[in-house]
């Protein structure tokens, strides 16, 4: 950084002024990019920390899961053999059959009422039943967004994958 008097003064003693020489001289990064410096690090320090608890959550999640000792469920099937819906309380149709799928494989548990289990991976496809909600089916593959499912009455379907409507649960 030049002095005032260097700054005013040129070497032939003559009076001349620069109002940029301060500008040009300094070596100071600008606000923006001081700033830049301080909150980037923070972020990517936020985002790693995220990423480690997020995997660490699911870890904990799955050795709980292993621990409860937690290995079939019974479930009730609310399907009419043609393929209605049968009617709260018993009235009106004969009694719905209950199997047990295992939970020791990968199974498929319903997240919504009234999912349609269909006869093949496709909107198109014939219903075969409308499950209700925490039915538990047995997993066979994933195929384009649908799920290949087995029933605890044995019979086999598809249902839409994942989102608000089923859940992949991997003991």
């Known amino acids: 950084m030049r002095s005032g008097y260097d700054r005013d003064h040129d070497e032939r003693g003559g009076m001349s002024y620069d109002p940029?020489?301060?500008?040009?001289?300094?070596?100071?990064?600008?606000p923006l990019v001081r700033i830049a410096r301080i909150v980037?690090?923070?972020v990517v320090l936020i985002?790693?920390?995220?990423?480690?608890?997020?995997?660490?959550?699911?870890?904990?999640?799955?050795?709980?899961?292993?621990?409860?000792?937690?290995?079939?469920?019974?479930?009730e099937s609310t399907a009419t053999p043609d393929?209605?819906?049968?009617?709260?309380?018993?009235?009106g149709g004969s009694a719905a059959p209950t199997g047990t799928v295992?939970?020791?494989?990968?199974?498929?548990r319903v997240k919504t009422d009234g999912l349609n289990f269909r006869t093949s991976a496709s909107t198109d496809a014939e219903v075969i039943s409308k499950l209700p909600g925490g039915t538990v089916l047995t997993y066979l593959e994933s195929v384009n967004g649908w799920?290949?499912?087995?029933?605890?009455?044995?019979?086999?379907?598809?249902?839409?994958?994942?989102?608000s409507?089923?859940?992949l649960v991997m003991p």
Do not use: C, K
């Open 20 to 30: 940029y020489a301060d500008v040009l001289q300094n070596d100071e990064p600008s």
């Open 40 to 42: 980037v690090p923070w």
């Open 47 to 75: 985002a790693v920390v995220t990423a480690a608890l997020s995997i660490w959550s699911d870890f904990r999640l799955q050795a709980d899961r292993a621990r409860s000792g937690d290995t079939t469920s019974t479930i």
């Open 83 to 91: 393929g209605a819906s049968a009617p709260s309380g018993g009235t």
């Open 102 to 108: 295992s939970t020791d494989a990968p199974y498929v």
């Open 147 to 163: 799920y290949h499912v087995r029933d605890a009455t044995g019979a086999e379907g598809w249902v839409a994958a994942g989102g």
């Open 165 to 167: 409507f089923t859940e």
